[in-house]
């Protein structure tokens, strides 16, 4: 017990420091009051190296300056979109809700795996809904594409890139009909089983 008490003692102070980062840089943008022309709630800021929602009970829709040139108006729509669809599903609570059971249960590799899982299907399903509220998957794609590229480091909040290494699962999908879609629904429905099942398992067991 020694050893999960160190390991999710030091993933509590990691998900502290990340969310008061997060939480910091929307009080920053806000004041700054550099937005992004015709869209509320968008800001521009050079903190960031790709578009994100950061914060969770204070949200901003963030959008690097320094790159935000290199994309179409189409593609800056796009991204847009994305990030709403984001504050739509309520991801930011429920990021800082898995990120608190990753603490909890670190040592559990197929959990994460799974929680991996649900975060992939989470960035498809903003796609879809970003392309279904009338933005061209052809637009999203090439921000994507863009922006991974340019891609330095870590983010603060949800980024639009997520994992590199899925970037190219996501634009295949928006450019291609005949891909197959993540099943976003299934994962969802299948990680909220194994995480009652762990806590259920978990109290019993104290």
Sequence with gaps: RAIW???????????????????????RVIQA???????????????????L???VWRQAIV?????ISALKPLEIQAVIAHERAHISRFDPS???????????????WPLLSLIRSYE???EFDCDRRAVEGGVKPTALGKALAKLAISKSGP?????????YSDVASRIRELTDPKAAAWPSAAVTVLLLGVIATLLLWTFAAM
């Design 5 to 27: 008490r160190s390991g999710a003692i030091v993933k509590f102070v990691h998900l502290a420091l990340s969310a008061e980062r997060s939480a910091s840089l929307v009080e």
């Design 33 to 51: 009051q550099h937005t992004c022309a015709g869209y509320e709630g968008v800001y521009l800021s050079d903190e960031v190296d790709e578009p």
């Design 53 to 55: 929602t950061a914060g």
């Design 63 to 67: 959008l690097p300056a320094s790159k």
């Design 94 to 108: 429920k990021n800082l809700a898995l990120q608190i059971v990753q603490c909890v249960f670190w040592f559990n």
């Design 120 to 122: 992939r299907s989470r």
């Design 155 to 163: 983010a603060i909040g949800l980024a639009l890139t997520g994992h």
